[in-house]
Each structure stands twice: as structure tokens, then as C-alpha cells.
């Protein structure tokens, strides 16, 4: 299928309505290309993790833990360069060692606001973001994963050293308590979307555990949006080793429902030899795509350079990714006619053609 590499100059405001649901660094790269097509952003965030500071925040003061909520908001903020580099600042001393400022704003926050979704939604004002980042849930749930050999482990930040303790697969994750209550917010941007977009991130800890939330799965399901994930570029140690694109799949759609979504975008842009190399000794390698399987599952895959290296690390490029999920909803959507901004007749330079 011919691709059209073009860049686009056109009103924000207009642009089309996008709920992207994960959670991680991966989410927080993705909004920061989305943001510069349009306005009109939903992110859909879990609230699983329990490591780190925010998982000493969520222990000491009994919120939801901040961190994957404050790097979205990071990510669509637009706020003079100061107060970026406040709210990314880590303490390095101290009970506070290793504690980022901004968990601390949002948790300052959420202790005089009526909920946490209501602070996310101050933080989010202060911060002037684009678009709006959203809770999936804001009970308190922890995951659970459970291993092909019956093992079982309780807690997101424990499932990486269990997982390389019984060295064999995960056969499922749930959430606990189960099926705790969406957001109503976080599903109205679902079913409001003209594009859904999953991932890209960690497959059990960031991604499935959005859908395990009551009702997430079952708006995307009904919803008439283009339906795309972002596959990651390499395996994950300590959770996907060995893993196909289509292992990828397979995952979501058994902790949803078959047929969640019909594309899958995947990395074209080659990955360096001694970068490869590195992550080869880390247990980690380029995701193979096996193109058939994912076909027998109804999802198309579709290839795309979108993946960069930064400081070692093989990371989505963000302008890259953004552009090329922009190009899929024009290319794809049916296109109706007065409130729908169409892309394809407001391109202001297409630089070529490519197989």
C-alpha cells in the first residue's frame, strides 16, 4: 500500500479527537508529538504501579500513585521552561531522595482536592496542558500477575523479579479488587475519540491493566474509531522475552476481548548492531513480526520507521510516531462532512511517495 510522507500546517483546535490509554515513559514520548497535530488529546492512564516514589507516595499517604500521570502531563505541558524543569526535578539528599517534585505537587494537590481526578484536573490547569490526562480509575487496585507454572506475585513492581525467578511466561494479570469502576471521564474520551490508539509501553504492567478497569474495554469495542497499537520496538526483560508481535496480540485480546483493534504499527527504522548487541545481553531483542499470525487475529500490521536511539536506549521517536498515527486516521477514517477536520485536503506539502 502507497504511504504518503507529508507534514501538515493546519489549526490544532481542528485537529481529531485522540484518547491514547497505557501508561509509562512510552505514553509520555507519544503525547509529546501528538500534541504539535492536535488538540484534542484524552489520555487514559493507569493507576497500577506501586515502585518507586510513586509507589512511596501511594504507601505513605494512601493516593494513587502520581508518577505516570505527572510524565503525561509533562508531556502536554506548556509552561515557561522554569516550571518544566521544577516539576521534573528529583531530590537527591534525604528522606526525599530520588522523589520527583511534580509527585509531590499532585500529591500536595490531591490532599486539598475532593479526589484524586479533581487534583490531576488542578495540576493539569496549572501546568496549561494540552488536551487532558485522565485516571482510569481512582480506586485502589494493585495487579496481580500470575505464571504459566501456577506461580503468582502481587504487585507491579514485583512482577519483574518474579517473572525472572520462575523464568517462564506470564499467563495472565488481574487486578485487585477486580473490575474496579472506571472513571466516567476516561470512557466518555473513549467514545468521543475519532482515533483510539493503545500503547506504546509495557504490555502487562502498562497497557492490560487499563483494560481490565469495568467498562474500558467494552467502549473501545463499541467505539466506530480507528482502533491502532503501537507495538513496541524491543522485547521487555522481565516481562515479554521471546515475545512475536503477534504474542503481543494474543495478550491484549485474551485480557479484552477478540478483535479489540484492527491495526498494529510497528518499527521499519533499523536498529544498530552494538545497540542490538547491548540489549541481547540484557535478555531484550528486536520484536520479530510474525505478519500472518497477526493476520489470522483480524489485525493488519503495518510498518513504519518511528523508532530512534537516544543515549543507548531504542525509544519511539515521537515526532515520527505522531506523524505517522495522524497519516493512518486520514488515510483510514471515513471522513464526515462539516464537523470532522479533513487532513487529506488541508496537506500543505507531500514530499513524496514510498512502497
Do not use: W
Not at 275 to 300: F, I, N, Q, S, T
Amino acid at each position: 500500500m502507497e504511504h504518503q510522507q507529508a507534514s501538515y500546517r493546519l489549526p490544532r483546535a481542528h485537529g481529531p479527537r485522540v484518547a491514547v490509554i497505557g501508561g509509562g515513559h512510552g505514553l509520555a514520548n507519544m503525547l509529546r508529538g501528538l500534541k504539535q497535530y492536535t488538540e484534542n488529546l484524552a489520555a487514559v492512564v493507569t493507576v497500577a504501579d506501586d515502585g518507586g516514589g510513586s509507589g512511596m507516595l501511594r504507601q505513605d499517604l494512601g493516593m494513587p500513585p502520581p508518577g505516570d500521570i505527572r510524565n503525561c502531563m509533562e508531556a502536554l505541558a506548556n509552561t515557561e521552561p522554569l516550571m518544566s524543569e521544577l516539576m521534573r526535578y528529583r531530590f537527591t539528599e534525604g528522606s526525599l531522595a530520588g522523589q520527583s517534585f511534580g509527585n509531590l505537587f499532585l500529591a500536595a494537590l490531591n490532599g486539598i482536592s475532593p479526589s484524586f481526578d479533581v487534583a490531576v484536573s488542578r495540576m493539569s490547569q496549572v501546568l496549561a496542558i494540552t488536551g487532558r490526562v485522565l485516571p482510569v480509575t481512582t480506586a485502589d487496585v494493585r495487579l496481580e500477575a500470575e505464571f504459566e507454572n501456577g506461580a503468582s506475585v502481587i504487585g507491579e513492581s514485583k512482577i519483574f523479579y518474579c517473572k525472572k525467578k520462575e523464568d517462564c511466561r506470564i499467563r495472565q494479570v488481574r487486578l485487585l479488587p477486580e473490575h474496579p469502576k472506571a472513571l466516567p471521564e476516561a470512557l466518555s474520551a473513549i467514545r468521543e475519540a475519532d482515533m483510539i490508539v493503545l500503547g506504546p509501553g509495557s504490555l502487562y504492567t502498562s497497557i492490560i491493566p487499563n483494560l481490565l478497569v469495568d467498562g474500558v474495554a467494552e467502549a473501545i469495542q463499541a467505539s466506530d474509531a480507528l482502533k491502532v497499537y503501537v507495538c513496541n520496538v524491543m522485547t521487555q526483560e522481565g516481562e515479554t522475552e521471546g515475545y512475536t508481535v503477534s504474542d503481543h496480540i494474543a495478550a491484549l485480546f485474551a485480557h479484552s476481548v477478540p478483535g479489540l483493534f484492527e491495526l498494529c504499527l510497528t518499527n521499519s527504522s533499523p536498529i544498530p548492531r552494538d545497540v542490538a548487541a547491548r540489549y541481547a545481553r540484557e535478555g531484550a531483542e528486536p520484536l520479530y513480526c510474525d505478519r500472518d499470525k497477526c493476520a489470522a487475529m483480524g489485525v493488519e500490521v503495518i510498518d513504519r520507521p518511528i523508532a530512534t536511539v537516544e543515549n543507548g536506549f531504542v525509544r519511539h521517536h515521537p515526532d515520527h510516531l505522531a506523524r505517522e498515527l495522524i497519516l493512518l486516521h486520514a488515510e483510514r477514517s471515513v471522513r464526515i462532512a462539516g464537523d470532522r477536520y479533513d487532513f487529506r485536503q488541508n496537506t500543505s506539502r507531500v514530499e513524496g511517495r514510498r512502497r
